[in-house]
């Protein structure tokens, strides 16, 4: 079955630690993002990839980093610099992104919840 | 700046009761319009895409309509089943990324 695939489900993060959030996506989309999901807030988007080894920061990237080495990956970190890190983070991915595709629908895991102990 | 609003934040409906959602947009060129179901816990699941205004798309109990500043989701004759957080995201047509903005959501619950 294509899909993506999201892990751990359920992350605890001490102060001052750095964690990684996986995200891996069989559908063969060239591009990939990540967005925070707050109670009560809409999604806000921290980071994207269009192509392989290159990506661009959303809306909220501060504290945040990504990487983009093969196209079905692009795992988050969560630095010790991001202040309020407890959250529910999302993975999509959606087959393009030039303005001239009509291939927008972006295509989402099944999260991942951070807790910060 | 995309904005997006929708309403109500929260909707109670009997089984059998059927409902719209609203989903308020302003946006520099609109490129497409999505719906999204969550359910608790859990990803968003896609519904729809619409494009331009007039256009109508449906599935099962769920019909969406599209004018220039809003759209509907209309829900006919709803289901406990139904019962989930409904998102609306739009897409400006300035954007090279395809970055989406989105609504806060409303949550639907549908008593048996």
Known sequence: ?117 | EDQVTQSPEALRLQEGESSSLNCSYTVSGLRGLFWYRQDPGKGPEFLFTLYSAGEEKEKERLKATLTKKESFLHITAPKPEDSATYLCAVQAGGTSYGKLTFGQGTILTVHP
């Open chain 1, 1 to 117: 079955d294509g899909g993506i695939t999201q892990s751990p489900k359920y992350l605890f993060r001490k102060e001052g630690q750095n964690v990684t959030l996986s995200c891996e996506q069989n559908l063969n989309h060239d591009a990939m993002y990540w967005y925070r999901q707050d109670p009560g807030q809409g999604l806000r988007l921290i980071y994207y990839s269009q192509i392989v080894n290159d990506f661009q920061k959303g809306d909220i990237a501060e504290g945040y980093s990504v990487s983009r080495e093969k196209k079905e990956s692009f795992p988050l970190t969560v630095t010790s610099a991001q202040k309020n890190p407890t959250a529910f983070y999302l993975c999509a991915s959606s087959i393009a992104t030039r303005l001239s595709s009509s291939y927008n629908e972006q295509f989402f895991g099944p999260g991942t919840r951070l807790t910060v102990l």
